[in-house]
């Protein structure tokens, strides 16, 4: 097909669609008037059901854990994938050692950025650590948590320090701490069947106190791992992407 | 205004489509499909929205306060990792793609046709 | 509470964490992996035909976390396994089983990954046809999308499989956006994902423009996952790139899976809400028919075996989709008997076009011309399911066809036979045409084409070219699949069992009581007459005559430069097809208008007829 012919094959379906879709979205109950019931019932019980009164996370967790298992392995699965794709590059690498753009100077990393990022190193990996821990209370959990940790080690690649990068999150490490949480968040449903509960039921004491950091049972403890998981999903996938190109500056 | 933000999805929606339809550039093709899936956010989050209500947190608040859906908050966020996954495989597949093939032009990625 | 059905989809999850985390240790012990592999996949195989068997009379019910639907809302997410979504879950697990004795042999070297991909591939299939939650479904489509593409991906050392995965993903990922959005609008309604009580909310309301369009949103994404044309472009591309052991998966179950979540979205969530079931069965049809004659005439002009095998399975899902449109339990029936069929056989002949790479080092059918004769055993399997393809009897194609046949004209659409034969003649003779021309040097190679040639010569490195020997660890899977597609047609019972489970899965409101009240349902309620399923002439008419035919088609096929009158016209298949080939572009730009404009139509006949 020419670029042509393509664009108006595109327009003429995306008319087509789009007035279908606006027809149906017409349907909708209109914007601000949510209809229930599932979203009342969930706020209604969550609180006394779980001592979370982060509800949200009681749903991701509890309600519906089990959606969060399967999207937990997505996030793995893109994680081993992104190092399965370009693991060959890996061993290619002295082959084909050219900077892809070669008369681009690069500048070295000044020092204000590089101070700024190691002083924030510290505090970003507390502040990911209190988000991951703190899914039961607040607008947080693993997956938010997971990633700010994932970006103190990337704050470490900012100071410039690529090689340090390298060797704190060596990718065997890094792989192993997210099989641990994918699988653990995995395990901590089996427990429940083991114990004769149904898959990912809720089996640790629940705390006296909602809200409590040590409320909520099985979510604070999924959190956890989701976070574990996340995190080392991301710095895998940084750390694979970087690599494509700062190893080969580093040799130039 | 009720249908307005749902127009918004059509829209963000059909940009999104265009955009990988024509793009020549496979990186910005990816941003295209993270656009079509944005236009989901929307739509996820405009429905469960209620005029007046709270976010779904009850720390501070008392527990019957009217608040939004928090379920379709929850899919988003499943969303919301599913981008980030599919994203970057797709961002590992287009370096590949482009050491191979040396260029990002989907149109010149023709290994295979007919 | 029947905890298997829990951990049929975990189990595999967790060995896969639990590999990844061992990978260093396990780097260098392949064979504890492969074992470790395929102990799981068969152990997953088991679980699922004990679940299939306990769900015989009444759909097996497992709420996680305990949380039971109160008052007919559900809180929590379920697994609803009958005996179809089973069935279809034991089948894949079966071919994963079948997929990775194969590797045992086949990969010269393998990285750590490929068991786990392989192990989170078989768990989304899983999940996918175990839950009765229509987001819990998605997410499920999602993990098993996301193994297919890095599997497709697998040796990005060379072009096509990176072009192959683009190709994949984006169209893939497009589908499953819509099917979100679809899942949005029908949430907006209802405020409900347990896709039960979606039914029966949107069955309170009756049809109107929001019920139109988010079936057609949800079924667009699944349309594109099962290869319906114009939806099927990015089918071809993945296949004929992914290492065959990963094909099996893709061509057996994964284009099957669309179309099982387009029969399970009907009957369980829209099929009472939407009503206007004729307008249903035409579009449905007209999609199957052109899918069938379709994906048939690319096949046949095909040259390439992976890439000839993917368009026999898009021929194929448009067949199966024709057995969902006529909405009977008959119909429904023969798809699920012609799906397991077309997986076992179609398993079978690309494991056959594996050792086929293994032992000669191409896939290219000008190039393999008579190279094949010493590949004695290959080669009789490769025929054998070649014949089952084309609808011979006893195979369960045969039987799947004729149901699907006999429920057609039931409905009123007696063409439908003509169309299954001719697109079962033309998928049937391709393959045979390559097996004759292979593994017996019957007839002249055909002519030289220069781009199927750049395409194979690529394929040399999935495994090390020119092996002595075929090894047993890769002979005797496709062996088992072929007698397996006989076995499976001359299990007792298998039509009045099937067609119980059929009308069990068609019944709506069985479905809803089972699911939200937990109520037992002995004598579901079928909305076309169930028909007889016994062997008739009609059926084994149909089978044999299609199977003639291929046979006659390829035999012309391949002496085609000896017939005097003939032969000065064109070649087959090329001539005929030449004009449409284009279409196959290879670029993803044009995949994805192509979807766009299949989106507009389908929404456009249902939108006109049922407002």
New interface residues.
């Given amino acids: 097909m020419t670029a042509a012919q393509r664009r108006w094959l595109f327009l003429a379906g995306a008319a087509g669609f789009a007035a279908f879709y606006l027809w149906g979205l017409t349907g909708l109950p209109g914007f601000g008037h949510y209809p229930g019931p599932y979203g009342d019932i969930i706020n209604r019980i969550a609180v006394a059901q779980t001592n979370a009164t982060g509800v949200v996370s009681a749903v991701n967790f509890e309600y519906r854990g089990f959606d969060t298992v399967a999207e937990e392995y997505i996030l793995f699965v893109a994680a081993i994938g992104v190092s399965t794709v370009l693991r060959q590059l890996r061993g290619e690498r002295e082959r084909a050692a050219r900077d892809e753009a070669v008369g681009r100077r690069v500048p070295p990393t000044s020092d204000a950025v590089r101070v700024l990022s190691l002083m924030l190193i510290g505090p970003t990996l507390v502040m990911g650590w209190f988000l991951a821990s703190h899914a039961q209370t607040s607008p947080s959990g693993g997956f938010q948590g997971g990633v700010v940790l994932a970006t103190s080690f990337i704050l470490l690649y900012l100071a410039g320090e690529f090689l340090v990068f390298e060797r704190v999150s060596p990718l065997d490490i890094t792989d192993a701490v997210g099989a641990v949480g994918a699988g653990g968040f995995a395990a901590i449903g089996i427990t429940a069947v083991g114990l004769g509960l149904a898959y990912l039921t809720n089996f640790l004491p629940l705390g006296s106190t909602p809200g409590a950091v040590s409320s909520s049972g099985t979510i604070a403890l999924i959190s956890f791992f989701v976070g574990l998981e996340v995190g080392a999903a991301f710095v895998l996938i940084v750390s694979e992407l970087l690599e494509q190109t700062l190893l080969l500056r580093h040799r130039s | 205004?009720?249908?307005?933000?749902?127009?918004v999805?059509?829209w963000v929606?059909?940009v999104g489509?265009?955009g990988?339809?024509?793009?020549r550039h496979?990186i910005h093709?990816?941003v295209c499909?993270i656009v079509?899936?944005s236009?989901?956010y929307v739509?996820?989050l405009?429905?469960?929205?209620?005029?007046g209500a709270v976010?779904?947190?009850?720390?501070d608040i008392p527990?019957?306060t009217p608040?939004?859906?928090?379920?379709?908050?929850?899919?988003a966020?499943?969303?919301?990792?599913?981008e980030?996954?599919?994203t970057?495989?797709?961002?590992?597949?287009?370096?590949?793609?482009h050491?191979?093939?040396g260029t990002l032009d989907?149109?010149e990625?023709?290994?295979?046709?007919? | 509470m029947d905890q298997l059905l829990p951990l049929a989809a975990v189990v595999p999850l967790l060995v896969a964490a639990g590999i990844s985390a061992a990978s260093r240790f396990l780097r260098r012990r392949r064979r504890i992996l492969d074992a470790i592999g395929i102990a799981t996949a068969v152990a997953v195989t088991v679980m699922l035909i004990v679940i299939m068997t306990r769900a015989a009379h009444g759909d097996s019910v497992y709420w996680f976390a305990g949380f039971r639907p109160s008052r007919g809302v559900a809180i929590g997410i379920d697994f609803a396994a009958g005996p179809l979504s089973a069935g279809l879950a034991c089948l894949a697990a079966a071919l994963v089983s079948a997929a990775m004795i194969f590797s045992w042999r086949y990969f010269e070297q393998v990285a750590t990954y490929y068991h786990a991909l392989m192990l989170t591939f078989l768990a989304g299939m899983v999940g996918y046809c175990l839950t009765g939650d229509i987001f819990d479904l998605f997410v499920w489509f999602e993990l098993m999308g996301v193994s297919a593409y890095v599997l497709t991906a697998y040796r990005p050392e060379e072009r096509g499989p990176l072009q192959g995965a683009l190709n994949f993903a984006i169209t893939n990922s497009v589908g499953a956006y819509l099917i979100l959005s679809g899942i949005a609008l029908s949430y907006g309604r209802t405020g409900a994902l347990n896709m039960a009580q979606i039914g029966r909310d949107m069955a309170r309301h009756g049809p109107d423009r929001l019920v139109v369009v988010a079936f057609v949103l949800i079924i667009s994404g699944l349309l594109i996952k099962g290869a319906i044309v114009p939806f099927h472009f990015w089918l071809a591309d993945a296949h004929a790139v992914a290492p065959t052991p990963v094909c099996v998966l893709f061509s057996g179950v994964m284009v099957e899976l669309g179309l099982y979540g387009i029969a399970r979205v009907y009957w369980s969530v829209f099929g009472y809400g939407l009503g206007h079931r004729q307008t249903v069965t035409s579009v449905f049809l007209a999609l199957g028919m052109l899918t069938a004659i379709a994906g048939a005439l690319f096949c046949f002009r095909e040259r390439h075996l992976k890439r000839l095998l993917a368009f026999s399975t898009i021929s194929h899902a448009g067949m199966f989709l024709t057995g969902i449109a006529v909405l009977t339990p008959l119909g429904l029936a023969g798809a699920a008997v012609y799906v397991a069929g077309h997986a076992l056989l179609k398993a079978a002949l690309f494991l056959g076009t594996g050792i086929v790479l293994h032992r000669l080092g191409s896939v290219n059918e000008t190039w393999l011309h008579g190279r094949g004769r010493h590949l004695r055993v290959t080669g009789i399997i490769f025929t054998l399911a070649a014949l089952g393809l084309a609808d011979l009897p006893p195979f369960a194609t045969y039987l799947g066809k004729g149901w699907i046949e006999s429920a057609a004209a039931t409905r009123g659409f007696p063409w439908v036979t003509a169309v299954f034969i001719i697109s079962s003649v033309l998928v049937g003779a391709a393959v045979l045409r390559v097996a004759g021309g292979v593994f017996y040097g019957l007839g002249d190679p055909p002519s030289e084409s220069p781009q199927v040639a750049a395409e194979s010569s690529e394929e040399t490195s999935e495994t090390q070219a020119a092996k002595q020997r075929t090894p047993l660890s890769m002979i005797a899977p496709a062996a088992v699949l072929v007698v397996a597609g006989i076995v499976v047609a001359l299990l007792p019972d298998l039509g009045p069992v099937l067609q119980a489970s059929a009308v069990r899965f068609q019944d709506q409101a069985a479905y809803n009581a089972t699911v939200l009240s937990g109520a037992h349902i002995p004598h579901p309620r079928a909305l076309f007459p169930p028909e007889d399923t016994g062997v008739k002439a009609a059926d084994l008419a149909s089978g044999f005559g299609s199977a003639a035919g291929a046979l006659l088609l390829a035999f012309l096929a391949l002496y085609w430069k000896r017939l005097p009158v003939l032969r000065r016209g064109f070649e087959p298949g090329t001539g005929l097809v030449q004009p449409i080939r284009r279409f196959q572009s290879g670029i993803v730009n044009d995949y994805v208008a192509w979807i766009v404009f299949g989106l507009a139509c389908v929404g456009g006949a249902l939108a006109f007829t049922i407002r």
């Fill in positions: 205004m009720q249908v307005f933000p749902f127009i999805v059509a929606l059909a489509l265009y990988i339809v024509t793009s496979l093709q990816i499909l079509v899936q236009s989901t739509l996820l405009g429905i469960g929205y209620r005029r976010a779904p947190y009850f720390s527990v019957h608040a939004v859906d928090p379920v379709v908050q929850a899919l966020l499943t969303d919301v990792v599913v980030a996954a599919v970057a495989l797709l961002l590992s597949f287009a370096i590949q793609a050491k191979r093939f989907p149109h990625l023709v290994q295979l046709k007919g």
